[in-house]
T-cell receptor, first 110, second 114 residues
């Protein structure tokens, strides 16, 4: 059983569509991070959220941290083929190690 | 380039051989993490250092695995008597202690055990 559950596991959409990826847990996190990873490369940090209810925007990406700091979502508006990749969330229950979800594999077709 | 670097990027070895990977973190970062990632999964925590001290080690890490960070800068991860199940991507990340602890990852070392 993983500490963080991500859904959906796979998502294949057309360019221009919107999508939301979810990251859920029963644990409370001091901080939560979202990453994007391409095949054969290390994850690249997109955003860190630390405050319950926090919303952060990065161009067409909107990240939300749940009020209870147990869950998070990533919303992409008007997806583009360049958004294709594996999206990972990682939560830190204390101030030491992070736990990763199993990821959402996104494919945006032109 | 002042990001996290890992060497080698790819390693193919025969079962039973020993392998060693190196990670050079971002220079001012005092925390260094090692993860293992298999296909279709998220990274799994292996161990982490704060400066030269190894503060936590996962139960996933058998006695065949050892990691060091002798001077609090670069780190090495050694796997002795490799098994086919060790085939994975080994990722290194570094961060600053305190704050939200943003981790920055290296490109990884892909290990294939034949």
């Amino acid at each position: 059983t993983q500490l963080l559950e991500q859904s959906p596991q796979f998502l294949s959409i057309q360019e221009g569509e919107n999508l939301t990826v979810y990251c859920n847990s029963s644990s409370v996190f001091s901080s939560l991070q979202w990453y994007r990873q391409e095949p054969g490369e290390g994850p690249v940090l997109l955003v860190t959220v630390v405050t319950g209810g926090e919303v952060k925007k990065l161009k067409r990406l909107t990240f939300q941290f749940g009020d209870a700091r147990k869950d998070s979502s990533l919303h992409i508006t008007a997806a583009q083929p360049g958004d294709t990749g594996l999206y990972l969330c990682a939560g830190r229950p204390g101030f030491n190690k992070f736990y990763f979800g199993s990821g959402t594999k996104l494919n945006v077709k032109p | 380039d002042t990001g996290v670097s890992q060497d080698p990027r790819h390693k193919i070895t025969k079962r039973g051989q020993n392998v060693t990977f190196r990670c050079d973190p971002i220079s001012e970062h005092n925390r260094l993490y090692w993860y293992r990632q298999t296909l279709g999964q998220g990274p799994e925590f292996l161990t982490y250092f704060q400066n030269e001290a190894q503060l936590e080690k996962s139960r996933l890490l058998s006695d065949r695995f050892s990691a060091e960070r002798p001077k609090g800068s670069f780190s090495t991860l050694e796997i002795q008597r490799t098994e086919q199940g060790d085939s994975a991507m080994y990722l290194c990340a570094s961060s600053l202690d305190g704050g939200a602890g943003e981790q920055y990852f290296g490109p990884g070392t892909r290990l294939t055990v034949t």
